[in-house]
């Protein structure tokens, strides 16, 4: 007699089946009874006011606001120079002054990082004599995806945080491009923070940049564990009624900052509820996968 095909899919249904009876009897007793077996089946948790605040972030460097070179304007012979490379200078200040008396005074303030006149030069106009760096202003770039463009509006305040100094400082967005650059489907715009530097900051240095996106303040939350959701991914969490039974009550829920969730109606502070490690819906979707 020929051999019968073997049904390898039955042995595989008789675990599931264990497991869906155990499962369903530690749910029972605890919706029924609520004895200390069926406790350890779930944790308790209190609805309390928390601080919910959510922000972009972004990275980038250092760079001066100001970084000109500035040149003749009209031909001279180079006189006098009143100024050395590494001077630090005001707008307005004496450069340098011409054969013919003609002086030349520094188009905006910093430090002349690099002079390239010399006495005795003869300049032709656009001709360069110094370029100038505003160290004490510094200012980072960042690239914004289109879906957080409404993050960075001019004038709106930030947090730059400096990787080598280990310490954050205000930044104030100043500037953010119009025009696009497209990468991977997505567009992107430039944006820029310009903050008051401190003696030891120095150009080129890597920072962090967070900007505040949304905030509810001492606000009622739960953590997103406590949080399960229906066939139709509506928000609900179980309590007891008045018999020690479990119900599941609707809630509507706000902002969430990865860790706690804002609750906007359904539960109070100070209210307890109750929820399982355990994710009965992935399991039941694993099992779905394995068939």
Known sequence: ??????KKG???WIWIVLVLAV???GVYSFLSAGTEAAQALFTEETVQKRDIVTYYSFSGSLTPVTDKTQAAKESLK??????TEGQTVQQGELLLRGADGTRVY?????TVETLYAEKDDTLQPGSQIARIVDYATLEVTVDVDEYDIGAVEIGKEGTVY???LARSIPGVVSEVSREATTEGGVSYYEAKLQVDAGSDVRSGMSVEVTILNQQALDTPSLSLDAISYDEYNRPFVYQRDAEGMMKAVPVKTGISDGRNIQLLSG???GS???YQGFDMARFFAMMEEAR
């Open 267 to 269: 539960v109070e502070e």
């Open 78 to 83: 180079v006189k006098e120079i009143y100024v």
């Open 162 to 164: 400096l990787n080598a």
């Open 1 to 6: 007699m020929a051999n019968r095909p073997r």
């Open 10 to 12: 039955r042995k595989k």
């Open 23 to 25: 499962l369903g009897v």
């Open 106 to 110: 520094a188009a905006h303030s910093g």
């Open 272 to 274: 307890q509820v109750y």
